[in-house]
T-cell receptor, first 112, second 118 residues
Framework: TQLLEQSPQFLSIQEGENLTVYCNSS?????LQWYRQEPGEGPVLLVT?????EVKKLKRLTFQFGDARKDSSLHITAAQTGDTGLYLC????????????FGTGTRLKVLA | ETGVTQSPTHLIKTRGQQVTLRCSSQ?????VSWYQQALGQGPQFIFQ???????GRGNFPPRFSGLQFPNYSSELNVNALELDDSALYLC?????????????????FGPGTRLTVT
């Protein structure tokens, strides 16, 4: 069974600080997604990365897929209180099963 | 465009009972995936329905079953409920099979149904 581990599990920072969240596995994924989930809601897709080494930017968020497609990172520059939430990575299994494996999640709290 | 909706929002059941959860997919979407999210965990894939047929299943026992209807809405049925089934149940819809590059891999989640088994 493929597993995705995220670190850190919890992160509490001041507004304006930078942070990086990591998503690691020993398995290869054909693509990887990042989601943000707020209390009482379902996850909302932020980005999908497909190619090893790919970097995508979404305003202050930078996503990178590892060269070997086993890991990914999410970097937030100048965090804002609106960034608070649960960040989840999800890898798509190889072999066309269309099954997403979700990470354990990183709970981010940005303090004013 | 209507998003993904789920019902009910909350549900309390007793161990051994059966439950049915419902999901209406986003307009234009023909695929629904179901996930279980335990407290403090990431979602776990239960199964996916594509054009009314199950297409892919996670590590869940047969007492977890589902249906997809011609309008692409879906039901998740859980028999013989156990305490560990207490969780947030999420459904996600997509324009094609989740993970299909022709759909840009997008899937949209509903708000979930919070199931408590006592």
């Amino acid at each position: 069974t493929q597993l995705l581990e995220q670190s850190p599990q919890f992160l509490s920072i001041q507004e304006g600080e930078n942070l990086t969240v990591y998503c690691n596995s020993s398995s290869v994924f054909s693509s990887l997604q990042w989601y943000r989930q707020e209390p009482g809601e379902g996850p909302v897709l932020l980005v999908t990365v497909v190619t090893g080494g790919e970097v995508k930017k979404l305003k202050r968020l930078t996503f990178q897929f590892g060269d070997a497609r086993k890991d990914s990172s999410l970097h937030i520059t100048a965090a804002q209180t609106g960034d608070t939430g649960l960040y989840l990575c999800a890898g798509l299994e190889e072999a066309g099963t269309y099954k997403y494996i979700f990470g354990t999640g990183t709970r981010l709290k940005v303090l004013a | 465009e209507t998003g993904v909706t789920q019902s009910p929002t909350h549900l309390i059941k007793t161990r051994g009972q059966q439950v049915t959860l419902r999901c209406s997919s986003q307009s234009g979407h023909n695929t629904v995936s179901w996930y279980q999210q335990a407290l403090g965990q990431g979602p776990q894939f239960i199964f996916q329905y594509y054009r009314e047929e199950e297409n892919g299943r996670g590590n869940f026992p047969p007492r977890f079953s589902g249906l997809q209807f011609p309008n692409y809405s879906s039901e998740l049925n859980v028999n013989a409920l156990e305490l560990d089934d207490s969780a947030l149940y999420l459904c996600a819809s997509s324009r094609g099979l989740a993970g299909d590059p022709t759909t840009d891999y997008e899937q949209y989640f509903g708000p979930g149904t919070r199931l408590t088994v006592t």
